[in-house]
């Protein structure tokens, strides 16, 4: 009997807005997942964000590979603030955005 592939994961980048005002961008595979423990959990939230709370998910994109989704993190953290603002209002997908931070 063959083995099923194991089906491969989605990655995405996201972009976090933080109660100081600040953003912070990262990679996951799951956007409900992660925003939780950024917003919740102190042994699975970055250390940037565990000081910066609440959190909210203002901007993500889906991206092809684990790869991809670290390259094109690397680029969001290098823009600018006013570009970082640009891609949270320009959000196409901002109704998937409100999820919360309910799983």
């Known amino acids: 009997m063959l083995d ?3 089906p491969i994961a989605d990655w995405y980048v996201y972009l976090l807005h933080c109660a100081d005002g600040t953003y912070y961008t ?3 595979t799951n956007l ?5 423990e ?3 959990d102190n042994k699975k939230a970055a250390k940037y964000t565990r000081v910066r709370r609440p959190l909210k998910m203002v901007y993500f994109e889906l991206c092809e590979s684990r790869s991809e989704a670290g390259v094109r ?3 969001i953290r290098k823009l600018p603030r006013q570009e970082k603002i640009a891609l949270s ?4 997908d901002r109704e998937l955005l409100d999820f ?3 799983i």
């Open 73 to 75: 993190e690397y680029e």
């Open 32 to 36: 409900k997942r992660r925003l939780h």
């Open 38 to 40: 950024h917003n919740n």
């Open 89 to 92: 209002v320009n959000c196409a």
């Open 4 to 6: 099923e592939p194991k």
């Open 26 to 28: 990262g990679i996951t």
């Open 100 to 102: 919360g931070t309910k």
